[in-house]
């Protein structure tokens, strides 16, 4: 029953892909976001990465496994990033890439990183979590994400005093401009596998298990049932990031929920007349055609497309309700994780995975910030009942 | 003596502003990435070179098969050059700016090609390729797509192109036209028929009788970039072309002799038009007369 469904998804993602495809002028980008869209669905959905659960994980239980596969994606995608750098830019210090998730660092990153882990574990989910647990059949999952645009709204409405006093830094700082491309992987490589081996450190051995043989039925269910190790997660998730900077953009997930915004915004009498700086500014934020559907629409859903053909096939597609107060977090939540999404320029993916993965300061920054957000949603929702 | 001076202002600012005219500088190309009504185009001999790095929203024309009939011995034909420029969103006012690698032999000949054709907008990006990187500047390897126009040529330019038939009739009938062969001097005076390597050969060596010996590296320098405009007249001035009267270029096939057709049209503002075709016709055709001073003679073998 479920697998007919799973057959279905694919069938609808392959006839979306060719429609896409042939699309005058933007065919070919089209139909390649839709593919790593989906691929991008499945990789959330398989191996569970949800930044919320992953800190309020870390913080509760001092499980790790999410946070490790976030290290594994960040190697992976900065060594992508970088060789495709150097095919694109001989000389650092001279030019920058073009569309590289280069954000502006200032005091708007630290709040707007805060509220946004303080909101995300609070209601349950970042954005792509969101995203992919819609795919699993959650009903607090819509309710989330109607409270990240409700937010997003209310940050576009924040932005100009924001932007003219929290902003500092327009250039934000691109360490390959200052370190070179050796120096700058040497830097952040460094710091990443110190990263990994502080949260290695002291995770206590796991019994060892038999190792099962690799016949089909077995590999076929860790592919396609078990929850991927954290590693296998983010290998992938690297690599989609580097194939979608060479051939796309970097990935990013609020570029449509902010031309949303910004048409409901209007709509509603609340947006100022201009943006101040928000339209050079490269990220998330900056909307190409307000009029259109975005190229990130594509990806959007062709991520929770993804995951919903991971879960199908693997029995985890589960439609629940939810509990009231879990829509009612969720939406508040929602609401916070939207409005530092905005003022980020980007949320976990596009400020902090884009960011990092470029070698912009702005991704750490975001991180940290992010961090400290979530250490304190998780003191404010107090440990779960046992 | 007033008037000479000022003749000679006006002669050489028309010079300098027609080197303005036809070249532009990798700063200006740089600036221009994304200007509506400018479309970059690379015409590379190298395969592979424009897929590994471009300009960043330059097309790619395949010399090959997009601007050569790949059937018949021809340029490519009217029908297929205005698809060409339709598929890549070229109207009749797009300038059309050339670049490629190898001090953009290619893409003088792309520039010829666009000229027959009558188009009136054309530039070729001082220094090409070799110019670009040593400036270090940002290479793209996304192909754009372009929003395509229906594109219909208007007013070719066919006295640029020189003939078999007009070739002949200048060295048998005596024209007081000046034929310059850019080939290197081993082929010029036919110790060698063609390079190394050279797939499209001649059944004899030399050159046409009357022409001088002008080969097309002469007129850049090591970076790619043109000489300056006093250099290339002294240059050719030595070969005995001076401006006065018609010039045809050759060389092999008939697209190097099109770098210096844009060399002396385009930048010293001479008369001249290419001979396309050049050795592998004139040298495989019979009865033609030839020029052969280092004896390599043909001796049945």
């Known amino acids: 029953m479920r697998f007919g469904a799973a057959a279905a998804v694919a ?4 006839v979306a892909g060719l429609v896409l495809h042939a699309v005058a002028g933007r065919g070919r980008e089209l139909s390649f976001t839709l593919i790593a869209g989906f691929a991008a669905g499945i990789v959330f959905q398989r191996s569970q990465f949800c930044f919320a659960s992953a800190f309020r994980d870390l913080f509760h239980k001092r499980e790790r ?3 490790l596969g976030l290290i594994t994606a960040l190697a992976v995608g900065s060594a992508g990033y970088m060789i495709v750098f150097g095919a694109w830019i001989p000389d650092p210090a001279l030019h920058r890439p073009n569309t590289a998730h280069i954000a502006p660092v200032g005091w708007h990153l630290l709040l707007g990183g805060a509220l946004f882990g303080f909101g995300m574990v609070v209601g349950g989910g970042c954005i792509t979590g969101h995203l992919f647990r819609l795919g699993e059949g959650s009903a607090v999952a819509p309710v989330g994400l109607l409270g990240v645009l409700g937010g997003y709204v209310l940050g576009l409405a924040a932005w100009n005093p924001i ?17 070179g491309y050796a120096g700058s992987i040497a830097l952040q490589g460094g710091v990443l596998a110190a990263g990994a081996a502080l949260l290695l450190h002291r995770t206590p051995a796991p019994a060892p298990a038999a190792p099962s043989p690799a016949t089909l039925p077995v590999v076929a269910r860790r592919v396609f049932v078990e929850r991927w190790p954290a590693w296998v997660g983010g290998l992938a998730l690297g690599l989609i990031a580097t194939f979608a900077y060479l051939r796309t953009s970097p990935l990013g997930v609020t570029e449509e929920i902010g031309r949303l915004a910004r048409l409901a915004g209007g709509g509603l009498g609340i947006m100022p007349d201009r943006l101040q700086g928000l339209d050079e500014l490269v990220g998330c934020a900056a909307v190409a055609n307000p009029d259109t559907v975005s190229t990130n629409a594509v990806f959007v859903l062709a991520l929770v497309g993804g995951a919903l053909f991971a879960a199908l096939v693997a029995g985890e597609f589960r439609p629940r309700l939810g509990t009231a107060p879990g829509h009612l977090r969720a939406l508040g939540g929602g609401v916070l994780v939207g409005f530092g999404a905005m003022i980020s320029l980007g949320c976990t993916v596009g400020t902090l ?3 990092i993965m470029a070698f912009s300061l702005s991704g750490w920054v975001f991180l940290i910030a992010l961090a400290l957000g979530a250490w304190a949603g998780t003191r404010a929702i107090g440990r779960p009942s046992p | 003596m007033k008037l000479i001076l000022v003749a000679f202002f006006l002669v050489a600012a028309t010079h300098a502003a027609l080197a303005q005219d036809a070249l532009v500088s990798t700063d200006w190309v740089f600036q221009n990435v994304k200007n509506p009504k400018v479309r970059i185009v690379e015409v590379s001999v190298d395969p592979g070179l424009y897929e590994k790095g471009h300009v960043q929203g330059a097309a790619g024309f395949k010399w090959h098969s997009e601007l050569c009939d790949p059937v018949a011995r021809d340029v490519v034909s009217r029908e297929n050059f205005e698809k060409l420029c339709s598929r890549n969103g070229i109207t009749a006012d797009t300038t059309v700016v050339f670049y490629g690698d190898n001090s953009n032999w290619f893409a003088c000949w ?5 000229s027959l054709y009558g188009h009136k907008n054309l530039k070729v990006m001082d220094g090409g390729r070799q110019k670009w990187e040593a400036e270090k500047r940002p290479w793209d390897t996304t192909v754009p797509s372009f929003a395509a126009t229906t594109y219909r040529v208007e007013s070719p330019n066919l006295d640029l192109r020189a003939r078999m038939a007009d070739v002949l009739d200048v060295v048998q009938k005596k024209q007081d036209v000046r034929l310059v062969d850019v080939r290197s001097p081993e082929e010029f005076s036919g110790k060698i028929i063609a390079p190394a390597g050279s797939a499209e050969l001649a059944i004899r060596a030399g050159h046409i009788p009357g022409a001088k010996n002008v080969p097309w590296k002469k007129a850049v320098r090591e970076d790619g970039t043109f000489k300056a405009i006093d250099e290339l007249k002294k240059l050719y001035a030595e070969a005995g072309i001076d401006g006065s009267g018609t010039v045809v270029t050759y ?24 001979y396309d075709g050049s050795w592998t016709e004139w040298g495989n055709a019979v009865g033609v007369p030839i020029e052969n001073e280092s004896g390599t003679i043909w001796t049945g073998k």
Do not use: D, Q, T
Request: with cysteine; aromatic share 12%.
């Open chain 1, 65 to 67: 496994r999410v946070l």
């Open chain 1, 353 to 355: 995975m884009s960011g």
């Open chain 2, 251 to 274: 060389c092999r096939i008939g697209e190097r002799s099109s770098h210096s057709w844009f060399v002396l049209k385009c930048l010293l503002g001479y008369s001249v038009r290419n």
């Open chain 1, 11 to 14: 069938i609808a993602a392959v």
């Open chain 1, 163 to 179: 932007y003219l006093n929290l902003v500092s830094s327009i250039r934000g700082l691109w360490c390959p401009e200052r370190l």
């Open chain 2, 110 to 114: 792309g520039h010829w090609v666009f």
